[in-house]
Each structure stands twice: as structure tokens, then as C-alpha cells.
């Protein structure tokens, strides 16, 4: 089956830790996302990727991080300069140009202790 | 910067009714709309994607329009089932994809 895996499903984080989320896609996409969805707001773009080797901040990049060395996969790290990093984290993949569709994967709840 | 909106926050409705959810948005200079389905605790299922250059999408009971000009899109979804009881979200993508806070659904048997 095509689609995108997320993991740990569940993340549990100590201060000054830094964790990685796993993002995993067999869909072909060039472009993958990372967003943070917080109760009653709308998801926001943290960092996105158009192509391997090439990643770009999102409106809410400050105490992450990503790489993108294979097409498949798109980790986020959550560093200890993330203030409030409590959140479900999405990751998403899309084909790239206008006509682009989001397919999303399961999440990732990451809860600071 | 784009900003997307959606009301009601929440809606309640009988099982077997036909509703209607609403999205707007600031900035028409989009390619495309897509509508997403969330269940807690879960990622978004994408339900219907209308492209800038048309009017509507049908999927099932599931029928997306858009009207670019005035920055809108509806969702109509016809029969209401318990099973569609969920949290409906609306994107648009012009240079990035940006996303409403959704419609809280819950159908009543």
C-alpha cells in the first residue's frame, strides 16, 4: 500500500532534550511538509522540503530542524530551544508543481514531561 | 498573507440531514482547495481537491464547490451518517498550503 508512515505515534520528552520525528513516504512525492497542529489553530507549516537536499523554514521554523537526504523520508528534529514543543506534529507529502495534492500521515503526539 | 477561515467551529445535526460547511478565504490568486477529514487523534484524509480552474468536485455523497472570485468554498454533504462525525479542515495552495481551523461535525443518530 502507497502511503506515509509517521513514528513513535506517541513522544514523550524531557527538558533539554532534543527527539527526532520519523517521516517515511512511498508515494514518489519530490515534496514533503512538517506541521504542528495545536488545539483550536489551524495547522502551521514548520518546514518543507521541494526536493532532496533542499529544505525551507516555514512560519514557525525557530527551535527545529530537517534533513532531507533520501527522496522517502523528511526527519524532524525537535531541539531544546523549542519552548512549547507539546503538540501533534503532521507530516505530509505532495507531488510537485501547481496541481498539488497533500496526503497526510497519522501524526505524532509529542508531549513534554 | 493568506488567511483561511471556516464557520461554524462546530455543528450538530441530526442523522439523514443534508448540510452545508463553509470555507473562505483572504487572497484568490490560488491553484487549487482541497478538503480534508479528521478523526481524533489522527492525520488528515484528503476528501476532494478542486483545481483553481473549477467550479466543483463530487465524490459520493461528498459534493466541493469553489468560486475563486469571491474567496469561497462550500462542502455539501449529503444523508448524514454517525460515521461522518469528524473534523473538517479546508487548504488552499497558492505559494504554500494554508489551512482554516476546521468544522467540528457531529451527526446524531
Known amino acids: 500500500d502507497g502511503g506515509i508512515t509517521q513514528s513513535p505515534k506517541y513522544l514523550f520528552r524531557k527538558e533539554g532534550q532534543n527527539v527526532t520525528l520519523s517521516c517515511e513516504q512511498n508515494?514518489?512525492?519530490?515534496?514533503m511538509y512538517w506541521y504542528r497542529q495545536d488545539p483550536g489553530q489551524g495547522l502551521r507549516l514548520i518546514y518543507y522540503?521541494?526536493?532532496?537536499?533542499?529544505?525551507q523554514k516555514g512560519d514557525i521554523a525557530e527551535g527545529y530542524s530537517v534533513s532531507r537526504e533520501k527522496k522517502e523520508s523528511f526527519p524532524l528534529t525537535v531541539t531544546s530551544a523549542q519552548k512549547n514543543p507539546t503538540a501533534f506534529y503532521l507530516c505530509?507529502?505532495?507531488?510537485?508543481?501547481?496541481?498539488?495534492?497533500?496526503?497526510f500521515g497519522p501524526g505524532t503526539r509529542l508531549t513534554v514531561l | 498573507k493568506q488567511e483561511v477561515t471556516q464557520i461554524p467551529a462546530a455543528l450538530s445535526v441530526p442523522e439523514g440531514e443534508n448540510l452545508v460547511l463553509n470555507c473562505s478565504f483572504t487572497?484568490?490568486?490560488?491553484?487549487?482547495l482541497q478538503w480534508f477529514r479528521q478523526d481524533p487523534g489522527k492525520g488528515l484524509t484528503s476528501l476532494l481537491l478542486?483545481?483553481?480552474?473549477?467550479r466543483e468536485q463530487t465524490s459520493g455523497r461528498l459534493n466541493a464547490s469553489l468560486d475563486k472570485s469571491s474567496g469561497r468554498s462550500t462542502l455539501y454533504i449529503a444523508a448524514s451518517q454517525p460515521g461522518d462525525s469528524a473534523t473538517y479542515l479546508c487548504a488552499v495552495y497558492g505559494n504554500q498550503f494554508y489551512f482554516g481551523t476546521g468544522t467540528s461535525l457531529t451527526v446524531i443518530p
Open positions: 505530509a507529502s505532495s507531488a510537485s508543481g501547481r496541481a498539488r495534492e497533500q496526503f
Open positions: 478542486i483545481q483553481s480552474s473549477q
Open positions: 522540503s521541494q526536493i532532496v537536499n533542499d529544505f
Open positions: 487572497d484568490s490568486a490560488i491553484y487549487n
Open positions: 508515494l514518489n512525492h519530490d515534496a
